[in-house]
C-alpha cells in the first residue's frame, strides 16, 4: 500500500517570498502524484498532478512540483507567494493499478504575512 | 450546476445518535467518495462507490454505513455517533476512465459530537 509523508505541518512565509513544501511517498508500485489546495472553510480543489513524462509539472496559480523517483519526492515550490496562498496543503498519490483510491498525507499549513 | 453539494455543511448531534450526511453530485460520475479530515491525519477514506449499488471500504470504514441507490447520491451514516467521529467530512467524485482522472470534492460538514 501507498503512503504519503509530508515533512512539514507549518510553514511560515512572508509575502513575494518563495516556498517549498516537501512530500515523500512510498509505493512497491507506478504512481501517481497530486498536490491539493484547501482555502479556509472550503473543500480541496487540484493544483497539479504528475503521470508521467516531464518530471517537472507546472500547476495552477504560479505553483510547480518536480517529481524525483530515485528520492521518492513530489516538492511543491512557488517563486514568489501571495497573501491569498495561505490555505493548507495536501500531497496525495495514487497507485497506476488502482487510481481511484487516493491516499493523503497530514498537510502543510502555509501562513503568508506581509 | 452546483456540481457536488453536502448537507448538512454543520451538524451537532449527541453520542448514540443516528446521523447521517447527504452527498449530491450533478455529473453523474461514477465513483463517490467519503472522507474524514482530522487534524494531523491529512484525509482518509471512510467508504467509496465505483457505481450504484458497489460500495467497499476505505480505510477507516468502523462505525459508518454507505448505501447508493441512485448514481447521483452517496449519504453516509453514523448509526451511533461517538465523539471520535467529530471530524470534517468530504464527499468527492471522479468520472470512470483509462486514465487517472480528478477527483472533485465538495465543501464539506463539520460534525461535531457532545
Known amino acids: 500500500a501507498q503512503s504519503v509523508t509530508q515533512l512539514d505541518s507549518q510553514v511560515p512565509v512572508f509575502e513575494e517570498a518563495p516556498v517549498e513544501l516537501r512530500c515523500n511517498y512510498s509505493?512497491?508500485?507506478?504512481?501517481?502524484l497530486f498536490w491539493y489546495v484547501q482555502y479556509p472553510n472550503q473543500g480541496l480543489q487540484l493544483l497539479l498532478k504528475?503521470?508521467?513524462?516531464?518530471?517537472l509539472v507546472k500547476g495552477i496559480n504560479g505553483f510547480e512540483a518536480e517529481f524525483n523517483k530515485s528520492q521518492t519526492s513530489f516538492h511543491l515550490r512557488k517563486p514568489s507567494v501571495h497573501i491569498s496562498d495561505t490555505a493548507e496543503y495536501f500531497c496525495?498519490?495514487?497507485?497506476?493499478?488502482?487510481?481511484?483510491?487516493?491516499?493523503f498525507g497530514a498537510g502543510t499549513t502555509v501562513t503568508v504575512r506581509a | 450546476d452546483a456540481g457536488i453539494t453536502q448537507s448538512p455543511r454543520y451538524k451537532i448531534t449527541e453520542t448514540g445518535r443516528q446521523v447521517t450526511l447527504m452527498c449530491h453530485q450533478t455529473?453523474?460520475?461514477?465513483?463517490m467518495f467519503w472522507y474524514r479530515q482530522d487534524l494531523g491525519h491529512g484525509l482518509r477514506l471512510i467508504y467509496y462507490?465505483?457505481?450504484?449499488?458497489?460500495?467497499d471500504k476505505g480505510e477507516v470504514p468502523d462505525g459508518y454505513v454507505v448505501s447508493r441507490s441512485k448514481t447521483e447520491n452517496f449519504p453516509l451514516t453514523l448509526e451511533s455517533a461517538t465523539r471520535s467521529q467529530t471530524s470534517v467530512y468530504f464527499c468527492?467524485?471522479?468520472?470512470?476512465?483509462?486514465?487517472?482522472?480528478?477527483?472533485?470534492f465538495g465543501p464539506g460538514t463539520r460534525l461535531t459530537v457532545l
Open positions: 468527492a467524485s471522479r468520472r470512470a476512465g483509462s486514465t487517472y482522472n480528478e477527483q472533485f
Open positions: 455529473w453523474s460520475h461514477s465513483y
Open positions: 496525495a498519490v495514487s497507485e497506476k493499478r488502482n487510481d481511484y483510491k487516493l491516499s
Open positions: 504528475y503521470l508521467s513524462g516531464s518530471t
Open positions: 462507490s465505483a457505481a450504484a449499488d458497489i460500495t
Open positions: 509505493s512497491s508500485v507506478s504512481v501517481y
